[in-house]
C-alpha cells in the first residue's frame, strides 16, 4: 500500500527540557501521581517464584499489554528501554503456577466470593474441568472427554446455534486465524472478538472514509508533528511508554492538545520511568485541553470546520487544502453545506466549547502543515461512533493531514493483538483480506478448499440476546465457544448477561485463569480448558501493534510453574474441528505455527512478510510507513471520502447528567488496584464538577445515587475539573446504568454512555420506596441516543 518502509529507531534528544518539567522538585513529592518504583517492586516480589522464566519474557517476548508493542525491550520508534508498570502487572499471568486443587474444587458459592481481581491471583486453570447442571463443584475431567462433550452437542446443533468469541489476552493472530478458519469450516458464522467493544467503529468509519481500517500513521510521526490531537484517549495511561514519545514530540516543538470532558491527570502531568529527566522532574504533556461534553465531538469538529470555512471567505486557501481536496477527496460542496448549515449556537451548546476556544483550535490546525489525530474510546464507545470517527478524518481529509511524515489518522488501540483480530477474520463480517463479502468470499473459499456459512453472523452483543430466543427459534444460541473474556464485567447490563450466560446449554471457557463469568451456571455444563499464555506456544506467535507492526514472539523457555496440560489455542480449535467433521478436517488443519503463518501470508496479502518471522525480535510493518500514502486512498477511485453526519441528539432532560466510564488502575477489566495514584479516586467515586455539586448542595465525599430506568449507581462524588453536566465512573462498575441492546448501528458497539438523574444518597434513599420503585419505568426512561 504504501511505499516508503518505516526508517526503525531514532535516537532521543540528548539535551533535557526544563521547559517542559512538571516541577524542580524530584520525583514529583508531594503531588499525586503513579508510584512506578513501588509498582515495580512489587513485580519483582510477585515473580519471586519464576523470576528467571519472567526476566526471559520480558527481555524476549513480545509485550501482551497494550497495543503499542514492544518485541523484548526495544521498540521501532525511539533507541533506549521500553517497559512500563502495564507490562509488569499482567506479567503475573504467564509466571504463575495452577490454582491449588483445594480452592479450584471448593463449592461454587465459595468461589463466588472471590471478585475478577481475587481468582485471577489464584492462578492458572490447571486441566480440563466441567460442572454440569446441578453440581457444585468444578470437577477434573481429560481433554478427549472435554473436547468430545462440546463435539457431540456442536453435532446436534444447527451452526446458527452456536458462537465463538475471543479476547485479546495476548492472543497470537495464528490462533485468530485458525478460530476464524475453523468456525465457517464448521458451519458457523457467528464470531466476534473483543474489538467489538473497544475499537470496531475506528475500522468501519475508516474504512469508509479512506479505504482502510487501520492506523496511517506510525507513533515516529508524533515527534515532530505541528499539532499531536488525542481525541477521547488517556494515551499516556492506557499505553505508558506512549508518554515517552509525547516528550520526544514536544521537545522537537509540537504541540499537544487534548479533547476530552476531564482533564485527565495523566494527560497533564506525568512522570515518565523510562525517561531519566521525566522519572525525576515529570513531563507536562498537553499544551491545551478542550473539555468537550460527552457526546459533544461531533458539534465540536463541525464547528473547526465551520470556522475554516469563513476563513476560505476571507482568503482562498486560508484553511482548506484546495490541492489535495480536489486531487484526492470526494464530497467537498456536500459536506461544505452540512457544515455551514449548523448553526454557532447548536455547535456551542452540544460540545460545550465556546465559539471563541473552538476558533482557536480552527486556527491552530489551519496553520499547521502536519498534524496526527489520535483517538481511543471517548470516541468510539458511543451510539454514533462511526459519524464520531469519519468527523476526524473529515478534518483530516480538508486540511491535506494524512499520508506522509507527520500527518495522518492513528487509532489508539488497547490491548496487544486487538489490530490482528479482525485482519485474521475473527469478526462476523471479515474475513482474512476484506470482507465477508462477494468476491473475498470466493477468494478464501478457493484458497481453505470448502465453502462459507452463506449466512451473516452475529456481533457479541446480538449474540448474547440470541440465547434468550424462544426454544425452537433458528437461531436461538445454545453453545457459547469463548476464548477469554468477561461479558459480566464488560458488557452493559450484567444482570441481563448472567441470565443469559446462564441459559446456555454449554459454555467453553478456553482461558488462562478464571473470571466471574466462568463461576456462572449452565443449563447442561459449563466447561473449562487450559489455554497456554502467547509465550508457551509451540513455534511462537505474532501479533499486530496499533501501528501495524507484526511482531514474532518466540517460545519462551524456562517456566518454573508449567502447567502441563495447558495447550496452544489454535491447536484445541484444530482439534474440535477434528472431532465434529472428521472426515473433512484436514482442511482446516495445520502441522504447526510456521505452516499457519504461511496461509496468513496467502490470505491477507497486507501480511505478505509473516512468513519470514522467526526469531525474537523479528518484525516488519504491513501497509509501510504511512497508508495512503501522497493522498491515494485504497478505495475504489482512490479518493478519500468526505462524510457528512449529523450532530447527535442524546436525549439529556433539563437537570440530568451525561455518564460515561473511565478506566483507573486497570488494564481493560482487569482491576489492579482500588485507588488511581494519577487522582486519587476509588472505584466508586463519581467524578463531578464542584459547581454542579454545589448546586445540588452535595460535598466532597459525600454518598450520592446516579439512576436511571435501567439501573442506579451508589458511589460517593469526588470534585474535579470536568466539564458541567458530565460525569464519570469506572469500568465495569457503572456498566449496570446502562440497557442492553443499544448498538451503534454501522460497528455494533455497544453505547456506554447514558443519561442519569444525580441526587444526595439521603434523598434518593428517603424518597425511593414513593418516587422509584412505584413510579413506572418509563417515567423514568430517557430516549436512548438514535
Ligand atoms: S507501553 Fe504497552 S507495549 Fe509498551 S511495555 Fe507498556 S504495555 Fe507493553
Redesign the pocket.
Known amino acids: 500500500m504504501g511505499k516508503t518502509k518505516h526508517p526503525g529507531p531514532q535516537k532521543k534528544v540528548a539535551m533535557p527540557a526544563p521547559k517542559h518539567w512538571v516541577s524542580p522538585i524530584p520525583f514529583g513529592l508531594g503531588k499525586v501521581k503513579p508510584k512506578h518504583i513501588r509498582d515495580t517492586m512489587k513485580t519483582l516480589w510477585d515473580n519471586r517464584d519464576n523470576f528467571g522464566y519472567a526476566t526471559n519474557i520480558l527481555t524476549k517476548g513480545v ?1 501482551d ?6 518485541s523484548g525491550l526495544h ?1 521501532q520508534t525511539l533507541t533506549g528501554p ?3 508498570t ?2 509488569l502487572n499482567v506479567l503475573r499471568l504467564n509466571t504463575a503456577g495452577a490454582i491449588e486443587p483445594e480452592i479450584l474444587h471448593a463449592d461454587i458459592d465459595e468461589l463466588r466470593k472471590y471478585d475478577s481481581t481475587q481468582l485471577r491471583k489464584l492462578g492458572r486453570i490447571p486441566y480440563p474441568m466441567i460442572r454440569r447442571k446441578g453440581e457444585r463443584k468444578f470437577s477434573r475431567i481429560t481433554w478427549d472427554e472435554a473436547m468430545d462433550m462440546i463435539a457431540e452437542k456442536m453435532k446436534k446443533l444447527d451452526p446458527k446455534q452456536y458462537a465463538f468469541y475471543l479476547t485479546s489476552r495476548g492472543i497470537t493472530n495464528e490462533s485468530y486465524y485458525v478460530a476464524g478458519k475453523v468456525s465457517r469450516f464448521l458451519g458457523t458464522n457467528n464470531i466476534d472478538n473483543a474489538s467489538r467493544i473497544c475499537h470496531s467503529p475506528s475500522k468501519t468509519a475508516l474504512k469508509r472514509s479512506i479505504g482502510v481500517g487501520a492506523s496511517t500513521s506510525n507513533y515516529q510521526d508524533w515527534i515532530g508533528t505541528d499539532v499531536l490531537l488525542f481525541w477521547g484517549s488517556v494515551a499516556s495511561n492506557s ?4 508518554s515517552k514519545y509525547m516528550l520526544e514530540a514536544k521537545k522537537k516543538g509540537t504541540k499537544i492538545i487534548v479533547v476530552n470532558p476531564y482533564k485527565e491527570p495523566a494527560m497533564d502531568k506525568y512522570w515518565i520511568p523510562s525517561n531519566p529527566e521525566s522519572a525525576l522532574f515529570g513531563t507536562k504533556i498537553a499544551d491545551d485541553f478542550y473539555q468537550v461534553n460527552i457526546g459533544g465531538d461531533i458539534a465540536f469538529m463541525h464547528g473547526i470546520m465551520k470556522h475554516w470555512f469563513e476563513m476560505e471567505e476571507s482568503k482562498h486557501g486560508s484553511a482548506i487544502n484546495h490541492q489535495f481536496v480536489e486531487e484526492h477527496v470526494n464530497g467537498y460542496e456536500e459536506m461544505k453545506s452540512k457544515v455551514q448549515e449548523q448553526s454557532w449556537d447548536d455547535i456551542v451548546a452540544s460540545s460545550g466549547i465556546t465559539q471563541e476556544r473552538i476558533i482557536e483550535l480552527a486556527e491552530l490546525l489551519a496553520n499547521s502543515k502536519n498534524a496526527v489525530y489520535a483517538w481511543a474510546l471517548g470516541l468510539t464507545m458511543h451510539s454514533f461512533a462511526t459519524d464520531n470517527i469519519s468527523q476526524v478524518a473529515n478534518l483530516a481529509l480538508l486540511r491535506g493531514h494524512l499520508g506522509r511524515k507527520h500527518a495522518g489518522l492513528m487509532p489508539f488501540r488497547g490491548h ?1 493483538s486487538v489490530q490482528g483480530s479482525g485482519e485474521m477474520g475473527a469478526d462476523p463480517f471479515v474475513l482474512p483480506g476484506g470482507d465477508f463479502y462477494g468476491d473475498n468470499i470466493k477468494r478464501i473459499e478457493k484458497l481453505w478448499g470448502f465453502d462459507l456459512p452463506d449466512w451473516q453472523g452475529d456481533i457479541v452483543g446480538v449474540t448474547l440476546e440470541n440465547i434468550l430466543l424462544p426454544e425452537d427459534h433458528e437461531r436461538k444460541i445454545k453453545m457459547y465457544y469463548l476464548s477469554g473474556g468477561n461479558f459480566l464485567e464488560t458488557m452493559p447490563d450484567p444482570n441481563f448477561v448472567e441470565k443469559a450466560l446462564s441459559d446456555l446449554d454449554i459454555r467453553v471457557h478456553q482461558d488462562i485463569i478464571l473470571n466471574t463469568s466462568t463461576l456462572v451456571d449452565a443449563k447442561e455444563a459449563v466447561l473449562v480448558l487450559p489455554a497456554k499464555t502467547r509465550y508457551e506456544q509451540e513455534g511462537g506467535g505474532t501479533s499486530t501493534s496499533t501501528e501495524r507492526m507484526v511482531y514474532f514472539s518466540p517460545e519462551i523457555e524456562g517456566n518454573k510453574n508449567q502447567v502441563e496440560e495447558a495447550r496452544a489455542e489454535w491447536k484445541i480449535y484444530i482439534d474440535l474441528a477434528k472431532r465434529v467433521k472428521p472426515v473433512t478436517a484436514h482442511l482446516v488443519n495445520f502441522k504447526d505455527a510456521q505452516e499457519i503463518r504461511n496461509e496468513i501470508a496467502l490470505a491477507n496479502p497486507n501480511y505478505d512478510g509473516i512468513q519470514h518471522l522467526k526469531k525474537a525480535g523479528d518484525v516488519f510493518q504491513w501497509g509501510g510507513a504511512w497508508l495512503c500514502e501522497d493522498g491515494t486512498c485504497p478505495t475504489p477511485d482512490g479518493r478519500g471520502n468526505l462524510i457528512s453526519v449529523d450532530i447527535p441528539e442524546l436525549g439529556k432532560k433539563e437537570g440530568q447528567f451525561i455518564v460515561t466510564s473511565r478506566r483507573g488502575k486497570q488494564f481493560n477489566s482487569m482491576v489492579y488496584n482500588e485507588v488511581d495514584p494519577l487522582n486519587g479516586a476509588g472505584r466508586y467515586d463519581v467524578l463531578m464538577n464542584a459547581e454542579d455539586a454545589q448546586d445540588l448542595s452535595i460535598a466532597e465525599g459525600e454518598g450520592i445515587v446516579l439512576y436511571n430506568g435501567f439501573g442506579v449507581f451508589q458511589g460517593r462524588a469526588k470534585f474535579v475539573d470536568i466539564t458541567r453536566g458530565n460525569v464519570q465512573v469506572h469500568f465495569p462498575e457503572g456498566n449496570f446504568l446502562l440497557p442492553r441492546g443499544r448498538y451503534e448501528k454501522y460497528a455494533g458497539i455497544p453505547d456506554y454512555n447514558i443519561t442519569v438523574t444525580l441526587e444526595k444518597a439521603d434523598r434518593f434513599n428517603a424518597r425511593k420506596d414513593v418516587e422509584h420503585y412505584e413510579k413506572r419505568i418509563e417515567e423514568d426512561e430517557l430516549d436512548a441516543p438514535a
Open positions: 509485550c499489554g497494550c497495543a503499542l508493542g514492544v521498540d521500553h517497559i512500563c502495564t507490562r499505553s505508558p511508554v506512549s496487544s
